[in-house]
Nanobody, 123 residues
Framework: QVQLAESGGGLVQAGGSLRLSCAAS????????MGWFRQAPGNERGFVAA????????YYDDSVKGRFTISRDSAKNTEYLQMNSLKPEDAAVYYC????????????????WGQGTQVTVSS
Protein backbone atom coordinates (compact mmCIF):
# COMPACT_ATOMS: atom_id res chain seq x y z
CA GLN A 1 0.00 0.00 0.00
CA VAL A 2 1.23 3.49 -0.89
CA GLN A 3 -0.36 6.72 0.29
CA LEU A 4 0.42 9.94 -1.55
CA ALA A 5 0.04 13.55 -0.43
CA GLU A 6 0.69 16.50 -2.73
CA SER A 7 1.65 20.02 -1.72
CA GLY A 8 3.00 23.16 -3.32
CA GLY A 9 0.11 24.26 -5.46
CA GLY A 10 -1.07 27.83 -5.54
CA LEU A 11 -1.58 30.96 -7.61
CA VAL A 12 1.19 32.18 -9.89
CA GLN A 13 1.43 34.67 -12.72
CA ALA A 14 2.04 33.49 -16.24
CA GLY A 15 5.75 33.01 -16.77
CA GLY A 16 6.29 32.14 -13.12
CA SER A 17 7.33 28.93 -11.40
CA LEU A 18 6.01 26.49 -8.84
CA ARG A 19 7.38 23.29 -7.36
CA LEU A 20 4.96 20.55 -6.43
CA SER A 21 5.89 17.86 -3.95
CA CYS A 22 4.39 14.46 -3.35
CA ALA A 23 5.18 12.71 -0.08
CA ALA A 24 4.70 8.97 -0.12
CA SER A 25 4.21 6.57 2.73
CA UNK A 26 4.59 2.84 2.46
CA UNK A 27 7.48 0.51 1.92
CA UNK A 28 6.86 -0.01 -1.78
CA UNK A 29 7.43 3.60 -2.87
CA UNK A 30 10.89 2.87 -4.20
CA UNK A 31 9.53 0.00 -6.32
CA UNK A 32 7.15 2.23 -8.26
CA UNK A 33 7.64 4.49 -11.20
CA MET A 34 5.99 7.78 -10.24
CA GLY A 35 4.14 10.34 -12.25
CA TRP A 36 2.06 13.47 -12.37
CA PHE A 37 -1.31 13.94 -14.05
CA ARG A 38 -3.51 17.01 -14.25
CA GLN A 39 -7.15 17.83 -14.75
CA ALA A 40 -8.62 21.19 -15.70
CA PRO A 41 -12.35 21.92 -15.35
CA GLY A 42 -14.30 20.26 -18.13
CA ASN A 43 -11.30 18.23 -19.26
CA GLU A 44 -10.24 14.66 -18.75
CA ARG A 45 -7.36 13.89 -16.44
CA GLY A 46 -4.20 13.67 -18.50
CA PHE A 47 -0.59 12.62 -18.23
CA VAL A 48 2.10 15.21 -17.47
CA ALA A 49 5.37 13.49 -16.56
CA ALA A 50 6.88 10.35 -15.06
CA UNK A 51 10.12 9.18 -13.49
CA UNK A 52 11.45 5.67 -13.06
CA UNK A 53 12.20 3.97 -9.75
CA UNK A 54 15.78 5.27 -9.54
CA UNK A 55 15.10 8.78 -10.81
CA UNK A 56 17.46 8.23 -13.70
CA UNK A 57 14.90 8.23 -16.50
CA UNK A 58 12.02 10.57 -17.20
CA TYR A 59 9.48 11.32 -19.91
CA TYR A 60 7.01 14.13 -20.47
CA ASP A 61 3.91 15.11 -22.34
CA ASP A 62 4.86 17.33 -25.27
CA SER A 63 2.90 20.24 -23.80
CA VAL A 64 5.29 20.56 -20.84
CA LYS A 65 8.57 19.32 -22.31
CA GLY A 66 11.35 21.81 -21.69
CA ARG A 67 9.38 23.67 -19.02
CA PHE A 68 8.64 21.04 -16.36
CA THR A 69 11.10 18.75 -14.59
CA ILE A 70 10.14 15.67 -12.62
CA SER A 71 12.43 14.18 -10.01
CA ARG A 72 12.38 12.00 -6.93
CA ASP A 73 14.28 11.61 -3.70
CA SER A 74 13.90 8.04 -2.54
CA ALA A 75 15.59 8.78 0.79
CA LYS A 76 12.75 11.20 1.52
CA ASN A 77 10.04 9.14 -0.21
CA THR A 78 9.17 12.25 -2.19
CA GLU A 79 8.74 13.15 -5.82
CA TYR A 80 8.73 16.64 -7.26
CA LEU A 81 7.47 18.54 -10.25
CA GLN A 82 9.32 21.75 -10.98
CA MET A 83 7.16 23.89 -13.24
CA ASN A 84 8.73 26.86 -15.01
CA SER A 85 7.42 29.29 -17.60
CA LEU A 86 3.87 28.53 -16.54
CA LYS A 87 1.05 29.30 -18.94
CA PRO A 88 -2.65 29.86 -18.23
CA GLU A 89 -3.36 26.53 -19.92
CA ASP A 90 -1.27 24.79 -17.24
CA ALA A 91 -3.89 25.66 -14.63
CA ALA A 92 -5.41 22.46 -13.26
CA VAL A 93 -5.55 20.16 -10.30
CA TYR A 94 -2.30 18.21 -10.30
CA TYR A 95 -2.29 14.63 -9.07
CA CYS A 96 0.62 12.54 -7.94
CA UNK A 97 0.47 8.93 -9.09
CA UNK A 98 2.24 5.66 -8.46
CA UNK A 99 2.45 3.80 -11.77
CA UNK A 100 2.28 0.10 -12.44
CA UNK A 101 5.09 0.38 -14.97
CA UNK A 102 7.53 2.93 -16.32
CA UNK A 103 6.40 4.15 -19.71
CA UNK A 104 2.74 4.42 -18.78
CA UNK A 105 0.70 7.46 -19.77
CA UNK A 106 -2.85 6.31 -19.15
CA UNK A 107 -5.10 6.41 -16.11
CA UNK A 108 -5.38 2.61 -16.20
CA UNK A 109 -1.69 2.33 -15.32
CA UNK A 110 -2.05 4.25 -12.08
CA UNK A 111 -2.05 2.08 -8.99
CA UNK A 112 -2.30 4.85 -6.39
CA TRP A 113 -3.47 8.47 -6.53
CA GLY A 114 -2.87 11.48 -4.36
CA GLN A 115 -5.72 13.82 -3.48
CA GLY A 116 -4.57 16.58 -5.83
CA THR A 117 -3.28 20.12 -5.48
CA GLN A 118 -4.64 23.15 -7.32
CA VAL A 119 -2.43 25.20 -9.62
CA THR A 120 -3.84 28.50 -10.85
CA VAL A 121 -2.03 30.61 -13.44
CA SER A 122 -3.11 34.20 -13.99
CA SER A 123 -2.54 35.87 -17.33
Amino acid sequence: QVQLAESGGGLVQAGGSLRLSCAASGRTFSNHAMGWFRQAPGNERGFVAAVNWSGGSTYYDDSVKGRFTISRDSAKNTEYLQMNSLKPEDAAVYYCAALTYFGARTLHAVEYWGQGTQVTVSS
